[in-house]
């Protein structure tokens, strides 16, 4: 898959450039066109001239240093690549690209091209845990750059742990990789619910959950990425997205989200309802703040409604998936679930599970078709196990399931 790819291998200063090296020279053995830019700081590890004997192109350093009149290089080298590769990578240029920072050519060519961007990080472990690079990572990686991890192994700093760049080799087969990972959602449109929903009390209080909509908003990403129409129903979180194929709807309570869900409900393909929705609100909201007062406050709750059932009850062509976050008994209170709102599969986790709370990066899940065939998803990201429920999805809509 990199064979005739315009490949911009970008190298930034750590004593891992010397299997960029090799890198370059195995992506030109595979018939891959690259082109390679490096930091001053690479520059002080290895020569320009060896990228360049290994590449046969020159190589790009200098922003300013306009080899042809005609064009402006790091404009003209961002739109020529297929392929962005950043390897190694630093805590700096991660940084840099995950705050918008373009103060040399790597970081200027990078935020300015439209190719897929692959990162192959390579620092001390203890830098590769620190709370800002893990947060730049998530950063980029909510933008959809892809993240070639380290390995784990002797560093040259002399500590032991993970932050070792890959190897090139295991480099190339995860470009290829995902390169061949088919759009097999394209033409879909899919409606999805994320995160909680609010049920006020008064003007300061409020009924909640846990939910972060981290796994809503993987699904949302993920599905857009394979070529889906994205339309992403949210309550209130936190996260971010900017991917142009998906439609952002926020909402807070649970009547909003019914409303929501149901609009625009009847022109989707796929309709996921991942949101953690309340099942109870107050019977009463008020307008003014309540004051405190001597003795307990009783506030009574009226059911929501539910929109899973509601949605399960009116369906017709629609895949439609539910969740079932559960505490014990999971298994057998999704299946339930299952069967009593006209599903065609539940998500069942269990939230109580290592790995598999609320507001992690992580999950575990079981998926579970009507004619419960369970499949199983061990501990991975939340953005795996997103691309896993789709593809269980996209096969038993191929086998009419449905």
């Known amino acids: 898959m990199v064979n005739h790819k315009n490949i911009l291998l970008g190298v930034s200063g750590g004593i891992a450039v010397y299997k960029a090296c090799a890198l370059a020279s195995k992506l030109t053995q595979k018939g891959a066109n690259v082109k390679v830019m490096m930091t001053e700081s690479a520059t002080e590890f290895v020569t320009p001239l060896t990228f360049q004997a290994l590449s046969r192109n020159p190589v790009y350093i200098d922003t300013f240093e306009e080899k042809s009149p005609e064009k402006i290089a790091h404009i003209d080298l961002a739109d020529w690549a297929d392929i962005a590769l950043i390897a190694p990578a630093t805590a700096n240029i991660i ?18 091209t439209q190719a897929d961007v692959y990162i192959a990080p390579a620092m001390n472990v203890h830098m590769y845990g620190h709370p800002a690079v893990i947060k730049n990572m998530k950063q980029l990686e909510d933008w959809g750059y892809y993240f070639i991890e380290p390995g784990a192994g002797y560093l040259a700093c002399g500590y032991v742990g993970k932050g070792r760049l890959e190897e090139p080799e295991s480099i190339i087969e995860a470009i290829e990789t995902h390169q061949q990972r088919e759009p097999f959602l394209a033409g879909k449109k899919v409606l999805i619910s994320a995160g909680p929903t609010r049920e006020i009390i008064d003007p300061v209080r409020f009924f909640t959950n846990r939910s972060t909509g981290k796994m809503g908003f993987a699904l949302a990403e993920v599905a857009a990425d394979l070529g889906a129409e994205v339309t992403l129903v949210t309550g209130p979180v936190t996260i971010q997205s900017a991917h142009p194929r998906i439609n952002r709807i926020d909402v807070t309570t649970a009547e909003e989200m019914h409303d929501a869900m149901h609009r625009y409900f009847t022109e989707q393909d796929i309709v996921i309802k991942s949101a953690a929705v309340a099942d109870y609100r107050p019977k009463h909201s008020y307008n003014e703040k309540m004051k405190k007062q001597d003795g307990d406050w009783h506030i009574k709750m009226e059911r929501t ?60 899940i079981t998926y579970v078709n009507k004619l419960m065939i369970e499949d199983e998803v061990a501990l991975a990201s939340k953005k795996e196990i997103a691309e896993k429920i789709l593809t269980f999805i996209d096969r038993d809509m191929k086998d009419e399931l449905h």
């Open 305 to 364: 409604k539910d929109i899973l059932q509601s949605l399960g009850e009116i369906k017709s062509s629609q895949y439609l998936v539910g969740f079932a976050a559960e505490t014990e008994n999971a298994l057998e209170y999704g299946k339930q679930k299952l069967a009593k709102k006209n599903l065609d599969a539940i998500v069942i986790n269990d939230v109580s599970s290592e790995g598999a709370g609320f507001g992690g990066d992580t999950n575990i």
């Open 95 to 112: 940084g840099k690209l995950a705050n918008g920072i373009a103060d040399d050519m790597l970081s200027t060519t990078l935020l300015a």
